[in-house]
């Protein structure tokens, strides 16, 4: 067990529609980062939110949006979804910055998306 | 952009071999260096990592070796086990970035 907690485990939905995916880091990390894999790919870096603040942005979509709140869980808003927007979202979380730091991170299980 | 590569996707070793896991990459400021692994149904879990200052890490049965000049890094594991079938992922960092980059992943399976 990672300490890193994942809303839901599995979602469905259709073309269109709005989803929001949770992330509760693990107790005392304030970095908290977002990937996405697709199949049989790698795992693509999306977002990462240190204590509140958006620290780094990688291949984030415009339809995409993400926010940490003040008690450093975060949430990944995925909207006007696609077909291929079906994926495995990964939330992460670590200490604080990685500067400086060989920057372990710390995986949820993550979120299975299904866009029909 | 792929900053990060694993070549092959799968890899099959028999039990109590070596397994070889290959990464390259092409961003000349990468700092750091990470090995995960995958198991289904699970998130990735660090593994061992290594700094763009040393060669070698040793960690038990898994060394990684660093080439800088050939911007290439591999993952050793003696000797193999069952239980070490997973999917492993090479991923890479710079010194003052918060992100971090990830291969594709290559999938070991040890035979037994």
């Known amino acids: 067990d990672s300490g890193v907690t994942q809303t839901p485990k599995h979602l469905i939905t259709a073309t269109g529609q709005r989803v929001t995916l949770r992330c509760s880091p693990r107790?005392?990390?304030?970095?908290v980062y977002w990937y996405q894999q697709s199949l049989d790919q790698g795992l693509q870096f999306l977002i990462q939110y240190y204590n509140g603040e958006e620290r780094a942005k990688g291949n984030i979509l415009e339809r995409f949006s993400a926010q940490q709140f003040p008690d450093l869980h975060s949430e990944l808003n995925l909207s006007s979804l696609e077909l291929g927007d079906s994926a495995l979202y990964f939330c992460?979380?670590?200490?604080?910055?990685?500067?400086?730091?060989?920057?372990?991170?710390?995986f949820g299980e993550g979120s299975r998306l299904t866009v029909l | 952009d792929q900053q990060v590569k694993q070549n092959s996707p799968s890899l099959s070793v028999q039990e109590g071999r070596i397994s070889i896991l290959n990464c390259d990459y092409t961003n000349s400021m990468f700092d750091y260096f990470l090995w995960y692994k995958k198991y289904p149904a699970e998130g990735p879990t660090f593994l061992i990592s290594i700094s763009s200052i040393k060669d070698k890490n040793e960690d038990g049965r898994f060394t990684v070796f660093l080439n800088k000049s050939a911007k290439h890094l591999s993952l050793h594991i003696v000797p193999s086990q069952p239980g070490d079938s997973a999917v492993y992922f090479c991923?890479?960092?710079?010194?003052?970035?918060?992100?971090?980059?990830f291969g594709a992943g290559t999938r070991l399976t040890v035979k037994p």
């Open positions: 992460a979380s670590s200490a604080g910055s990685l500067r400086g730091r060989s920057g372990e991170l710390f």
């Open positions: 991923a890479a960092r710079t010194y003052n970035n918060n992100d971090m980059r």
């Open positions: 107790s005392g990390d304030l970095s």
